[in-house]
């Protein structure tokens, strides 16, 4: 049996019956996207100490290691005061969706490394769309895709919420044309411009 | 069958199943706590012992089946998961790989929905479940890993 949970969201799916065709319907399609790990690779945190905690008893040397691959991997911008990590939307959702895709979590994780680098630090998610559709639309779908990128992020990696902020901007802030200078559409452009944007503020 | 009988015959069967009720997971009766047990042990709370009633390996799913009953003779609390990252402190090892409870698209655990703090009265139980992927089918035994109890070691893979 399924039971719809609303948490302010889309309804989410809670299974009471392990026997029941929907659960085990969802089970076998949840096969795909399985976790399975190899033991002797894996560095699970201790239950009961906290992934900071964790983390230091990896040794700083790890710690450093692990944020500068995730750096480098997310093409993350650095400056004195923050740093910025600019995720294609393309990457991250299904087109006019705001549910993460099983293909964004790699890049997910690495940008939850560098919030457990800098846990202290203030974060901006800032969700943008291309220019395409109506205004209203755009800024709702912009708002929703940078509150599942948060909601990723408190749920599968553990990161404080109330040290996140969300921020919807449709079309407002684009970084590529959206149009060629005849007035066509420019589809690399707008691809640029749909994006998450997360800013860490370094303090 | 007299009338009388076949009329009251419902309300018997009602009654009888009543307290028995177990559909996947939830407390069941001292009655109903009576199936069978793969494997045992004492959790971490003194009174309550832990028992793998099922673990069932169908189409690439491992479906498994925790009991956790009150043999003391008072009301006992006991934590079963809720949030992501206690479900994943329950997993199942098998060779040398740790398989965590299925998740659905929308990042559902396949399992008895979050619980959280579960007071159980004496004699009562309560069955908890989750789906995992399953070992391949060379692997007949396998390692359970709970929050609440040592390792279930060696548990049997029925197919």
């Given amino acids: ?203 | 069958m007299n009338p009388l009988h076949t009329l009251l015959a419902p309300f018997f069967i009602a009654g009888t199943l009543g307290l028995a009720a177990v559909s996947g997971s939830g407390l069941v009766s001292p009655a109903a706590a009576q199936t069978k047990a793969i494997q045992s042990q004492d959790t971490n709370i003194d009174g309550l012992v832990g028992e793998i009633t099922q673990a069932q390996r169908k189409d690439g799913v491992l479906t498994i089946r925790l009991r956790v009953r009150n043999t003391s003779d008072s009301t006992k609390q006991i934590r079963f998961p809720s949030g992501t990252s206690e479900f994943d402190k329950y997993y199942v090892v098998a060779g040398s790989r740790k398989y965590l409870i299925l998740r659905d698209s929308k990042g559902e655990m396949i399992a008895t929905p979050d619980k959280g703090e579960t007071s159980l009265k004496k004699g009562e139980g309560f069955t908890w479940w989750a789906k995992f992927p399953a070992p391949p089918a060379s692997e007949k035994k396998f390692g359970f890993f709970t929050s609440i109890a040592p390792p279930f070691d060696d548990v049997p893979i029925s197919d």
């Fill in chain 1, 1 to 203: 049996m399924l039971v719809g949970v609303a948490m302010g969201g889309p309804a989410l799916a809670a299974y009471t019956d392990p026997d029941a065709p929907e659960t085990e319907a969802a089970a076998r399609a949840a096969l795909p996207n399985a976790i399975v790990r190899d033991i002797a690779a894996t560095v699970r945190d201790i239950p009961g100490l906290s992934r900071d905690v964790a983390d230091r008893g990896r040794g700083v040397e790890s710690r450093v290691q692990d944020l500068d691959k995730a750096i480098k991997d997310l093409d993350a911008k650095q400056t004195d005061i923050e740093i910025r990590i600019q995720l294609p939307a393309d990457v991250l959702f299904d087109f006019d969706k705001a549910n993460i895709r099983p293909d964004a979590h790699a890049a997910l994780r690495n940008v939850a490394v560098i919030l457990r680098a800098y846990s202290k630090s203030p974060t901006l998610i800032e969700g943008h769309t291309d220019a395409k559709g109506k205004d209203a639309y755009n800024q709702k779908l912009s708002e929703q895709r940078a509150a599942s990128v948060k909601a990723w992020l408190v749920k599968e990696a553990g990161i404080e919420p109330a040290r996140m902020t969300t921020r919807g901007w449709g079309k407002q802030r684009p970084i590529a044309p959206n149009t060629k200078p005849g007035g066509k559409d420019d589809p690399a452009g707008r691809q640029k411009n749909r994006r998450v944007e997360i800013v860490i503020q370094k303090r």
